[in-house]
């Protein structure tokens, strides 16, 4: 075998490898579509909510999907929905996403912030921060839905070579 040959098959085996990788990023991406038209379509059978304006995903102890939206006279909601569990709560009555994001930068100038979703572990419902720090470690931040207290943290480190 000569070395074009050579060159070739490394080049057919990196173009198969690439393929492959598509597939699955195109497998993934649409599951996560899907998941989030079920979860629509579901708040739209199951609660008031009319009008959606996020959707998003957590996965703890049990996996939640949360919508949140408005009701046709425009009460802000968002709905747990675990299966056949759905429970809806009046926005108004929990802490502002946008006051854990504030409240986050206040004490760590500089943060990223990855994502703030709504979380439930058994009756406890909480918002999920997860923001990477100056020093590039990435933080979890669990702070009650309700009174706004920060419940639960948790730092990984950056690796050390």
């Given at each position: 075998?000569?070395?074009?040959?050579?060159g070739?098959?490394?080049?057919?085996?990196?173009?198969?490898i690439?393929?492959?990788?598509?597939?699955?990023?195109f497998?993934?991406?649409g599951?996560e579509?899907?998941i989030?038209?079920q979860?629509?379509?579901?708040a739209?059978?199951k609660?008031?909510?009319?009008?959606?304006?996020a959707v998003?995903?957590?996965?703890?102890?049990?996996?939640?999907v949360?919508?949140?939206?408005?009701s046709?006279?425009?009460?802000p909601l968002?709905?747990?929905?675990?299966?056949?569990?759905?429970n809806?709560?009046?926005?108004n009555?929990?802490?502002?996403?946008?006051?854990?994001?504030?409240?986050?930068?206040q004490?760590?100038?500089?943060a990223?912030?990855?994502?703030?979703i709504?979380?439930q572990?058994?009756?406890?419902?909480?918002?999920?921060?997860?923001?990477?720090d100056?020093?590039d470690?990435?933080?979890y931040y669990y702070?009650?839905?309700?009174?706004?207290?920060?419940?639960?943290t948790?730092?990984l480190?950056?690796?050390?070579?």
């Amino acid at each position: 075998m000569n070395w074009k040959q050579f060159g070739l098959i490394i080049v057919g085996v990196i173009v198969f490898i690439m393929a492959g990788c598509l597939v699955i990023y195109f497998h993934v991406t649409g599951q996560e579509q899907t998941i989030v038209d079920q979860a629509k379509a579901e708040a739209h059978a199951k609660t008031p909510i009319n009008e959606v304006t996020a959707v998003d995903v957590y996965n703890g102890t049990r996996s939640y999907v949360t919508v949140q939206g408005k009701s046709r006279t425009g009460e802000p909601l968002i709905a747990w929905i675990n299966g056949s569990k759905v429970n809806v709560e009046d926005m108004n009555r929990i802490v502002n996403k946008s006051g854990i994001i504030t409240a986050i930068k206040q004490k760590n100038p500089g943060a990223y912030i990855v994502h703030v979703i709504p979380g439930q572990d058994g009756n406890q419902k909480f918002w999920e921060a997860l923001f990477i720090d100056s020093e590039d470690n990435y933080n979890y931040y669990y702070v009650d839905i309700y009174s706004g207290q920060v419940t639960k943290t948790y730092r990984l480190q950056k690796a050390t070579s």
